[in-house]
């Protein structure tokens, strides 16, 4: 034991002496958060905004939005899994092993964001326009796994101890909700937009209206302005983070196929758990989200308050971030996982008074505080799963970016689960493009949507990160074998 005390404090020694006194400074872990952006922007202004264009823009029917939704998340299904193996088989560069993906991704995941809200001429043909969006979507699903699948690994070599790799998380986590809100108030003015048109058309034909070509001008505007600030976020990571390279290890290491480390990640229970857990919190946070729109529109009869709405709940999260960081490093990450969830009661409350404004306004502050619960937790406990598994799989080699990629892939897959299951109800129940008003069968689907099949989602989720076997003192133990290992290979 105080062999291993020893080696530990001599590791503790070369940790500070590769990054300095003070760890991963403060500087690089906000230009690392600020990496974070571009993703969780454009995924939120799809989130949004996304279904409604599809739907009354472009005027294409609920089945081909559900199967280009349901199409390209399964296309993700593909890709990023093997765009995680092909990460962490490339080779070091003078910038790194990662960065170069993002940077290269950039100019590419801009075009094609901006494809994807351009709608061309002669469109109207749904003939056309659904091969078109569907390509659209999926070119652009597949260079943004090409950017996000390396930065999220990214945070694995900035450097430091668990410590620093849990804060910089962190700060990806704030900054990302900010990015969040921004890319909600710049899509919140384009749904303004079209809000505005549609209840003047509706007020004088009560009928179904077309979409003239300043919606449609709105639309691919804000993706111009999102693009630019893809470019300023990449170059700022680009500046900002130096890549470490991982401690040296006298172990030979190995390199495994794709099928056997996809195997490897499977069997093993601390990340099965942890990925089981978070797709159903994920799906059930993106089921409720993903409908928001039109539940205020349809339902609540609050269309036109739905920006400010948005804006509060992403606010509240924003501000719950830190805070709920402050609390796992009190009481550790699977206890504030449980105690972090007051989405259940704010979404039965809000299902049951929706035309309340004022109950709408503190549910929705309630769904912001456990939204960061659900962005902040499972990206904080993965590193604790990879550190895990290199403690018991000491000769598998880099493969980081694996654990991340399927991680993102869940991700992706949750939201298009939601956004295709809700479209494809809205489809059953007789949801008509553009429509002034609809009947009480789409009213009904939105409220279930809304509220109990997330709820039951959720208590799906909680069963699993209930059984997940990483806490604290474990933690701990597996931090001490990860620094004392390679020095106590040297000492041999």
Request: charged fraction near 10%.
């Amino acid at each position: 034991k105080s062999c291993l005390t020893r080696l530990s404090d001599q590791r503790d020694l070369q940790y500070k002496g590769d990054c300095g006194s003070g760890g991963v400074s403060v500087a690089r872990k906000i230009c690392y958060a600020v990496g974070g952006v571009p993703y969780q922007m454009t995924a939120a202004a799809m989130g949004v905004s996304l279904q409604i264009f599809l739907l009354d823009v472009v005027k294409m029917e609920a089945f081909y939005v559900s199967m280009i939704l349901f199409v390209s998340r399964a296309w993700d299904a593909v890709t990023d899994p093997l765009i995680g193996y092909l990460v962490s088989r490339s080779n070091w560069t003078p910038i790194g092993k990662l960065i170069p993906w993002t940077v290269l991704s950039m100019p590419f995941g801009v075009i094609s964001y901006v494809l994807l809200w351009f709608v061309p001429p002669g469109s109207v043909s749904q003939a056309f326009s659904v091969p078109w969006f569907l390509a659209a979507t999926c070119l652009f699903e597949t260079i943004m796994s090409c950017y996000d699948v390396p930065y999220l690994s990214l945070n694995m070599f900035l450097g430091g101890n668990q410590r620093d790799r849990d804060s910089a998380t962190a700060y990806r986590m704030s900054v990302e909700m900010l990015a969040m809100l921004l890319a909600s108030v710049i899509q919140g003015q384009v749904i303004a937009v079209y809000n505005t048109e549609k209840d003047g058309a509706c007020q004088q034909l009560d009928q179904a209206h077309e979409i003239s070509q300043s919606t449609r001008k709105a639309f691919l505007t804000s993706a111009l302005v999102m693009g630019a600030l893809f470019f300023l976020c990449t170059l700022v990571l680009l500046l900002g983070v130096k890549e470490q390279q991982s401690a040296p290890c006298s172990l030979q290491k190995v390199q495994v196929s794709y099928l056997t480390s996809l195997k490897l990640l499977v069997c093993h229970v601390p990340y099965r758990r942890l990925i089981l857990g978070f797709v159903f919190t994920a799906l059930a946070f993106q089921m409720s989200l993903g409908n928001f729109a039109l539940f205020c529109s349809h339902v609540a009869g609050l269309g036109a308050q739905f920006q400010h709405l948005l804006l509060l709940l992403l606010a509240a999260a924003s501000i719950a971030v830190p805070l709920w960081q402050a609390v796992l490093v009190r009481i550790g990450k699977k206890a504030t996982v449980i105690i972090g969830l007051p989405f259940i009661p704010a979404v039965i409350i809000t299902a049951c008074v929706p035309t309340n404004l004022s109950v709408f306004m503190i549910m929705c502050a309630l769904m912001g505080f456990s939204l960061a619960t659900m962005f902040l937790l499972p990206w904080s406990m993965l590193p604790d799963v990879v550190d895990d598994f290199s403690t018991r799989n000491p000769s598998c080699k880099d493969l980081e970016p694996l654990f991340f990629s399927c991680y993102a892939f869940c991700t992706k897959l949750a939201g298009g689960l939601s956004a295709g299951i809700s479209t494809m109800t809205l489809h059953f129940v007789g949801y008509r493009a553009g429509a002034c008003s609809h009947g009480d069968g789409v009213v009904t689907a939105l409220i279930v949507l809304f509220s109990p099949v997330p709820i039951a989602l959720l208590l799906v989720g909680m069963f699993f990160f209930r059984s997940y076997p990483i806490n604290e003192k474990q933690r701990s133990q597996v931090i001490c074998l990860t620094k004392s290992e390679p020095v106590f290979q040297q000492a041999k």
